[in-house]
């Protein structure tokens, strides 16, 4: 989960480009929220539907805009009995349990101990550890960021699993511990938006870099030009629903049915034909958490 990027509305011709259909290519959203109460408060005053029946409208949405399976993070505890609930009506929905770093102000031992408990009686589903990460831009002191981060870090070895990674001004650091606790597991670094250089590090230590809306942005020159030249087979796509809208959408709830969006801009960034990259991005993102296609 990031910020939301607030930048003054340009080129209204893409907002129409939004859910598009591309010739057949399955999509895989990799981070979204979709359990957020943003898609409850839809639903539930546009239909007179029941908040249990969000996620099923969502992934109907979803699927229309050809987006096959998704991947939601939690945030912390209170969400993790959602997540493993909702996963085991829908195959096609996967999860991660873990402390996002927003929101460590009441996380304690004993909910870390509830985590680890999960974990060792976790479904197929449950396929990586996170949101978590570090955050030195909001106000959560560092020392418990950095002391939950390597109990998940510890965590995710024990268990084999990758890490999906929230770093906001933290690059340098979070290097530093991933190298000093040999951490080997990978996974994916959320809403990638650095120079070249921090990319292949991450990329060096095993992770794949996750692209969303913010290459939509014309004014996002590095992130655009930094993904263009980056090795395919390491990038997989999310849109950080309901945050992160994209391009010509600003302030309005995002949706993974806008991933669609995301792949359009990446098939104008690089040279590969639309159709390798579509099956490149579709491999990788199952490879990024050991999930069979």
Not at 10 to 20: D, I, L, P, S
Request: net charge neutral; proline share 4%.
């Amino acid at each position: 989960m990031l910020l939301i990027v607030v930048i003054p509305k340009g080129n209204k011709q893409r907002v129409g480009k939004m859910t598009q259909k591309i010739s057949n290519f399955p999509l895989f959203d990799t981070h979204c929220h979709a359990d957020f109460e943003a898609f409850e408060q839809n639903i539930v005053i546009d239909q007179g539907a029941t908040p249990d029946q969000s996620i099923d409208s969502y992934l109907k949405e979803a699927k229309q805009a050809q987006v096959e399976k998704i991947l939601i993070p939690s945030i912390g505890q209170s969400n993790w009995s959602k997540l493993d609930k909702i996963a085991q009506s829908y195959p096609n929905v996967y999860y991660a349990l873990g402390f996002h770093p927003y929101f460590l102000e009441q996380a304690n031992g004993e909910q870390f101990s509830e985590l680890r408990q999960l974990l060792s009686s976790k479904n197929s589903q449950c396929v990586a550890i996170g949101e978590c990460g570090l955050d030195f831009f909001v106000d959560v002191e560092r020392e418990k960021q950095e002391r939950f981060f390597i109990q998940q870090m510890e965590l995710a070895k024990a268990f084999e699993l990758p890490l999906i990674i929230h770093e906001r001004k933290s690059y340098n650091r979070l290097i530093e511990l991933l190298k000093q606790h040999k951490f080997t597991f990978g996974g994916v670094i959320h809403g990638f938006s650095g120079s070249e250089q921090q990319a292949l590090a991450w990329i060096k230590l095993g992770f794949y870099i996750g692209v969303g809306g913010t290459i939509t942005y014309p004014r996002a020159q590095k992130t655009r030009t930094t993904i263009a030249k980056l090795p395919l087979e390491c990038l997989v796509l999310e849109t950080d629903a309901p945050d992160m809208p994209m391009y010509g959408n600003q302030g309005n709830v995002n949706h993974s049915k806008h991933l669609v969006t995301i792949l359009n801009e990446l098939f104008l960034l690089r040279k590969e034909p639309k159709q390798s990259i579509a099956t490149q991005i579709w491999q990788s993102s199952h490879r990024a958490f050991g999930i069979c296609e």
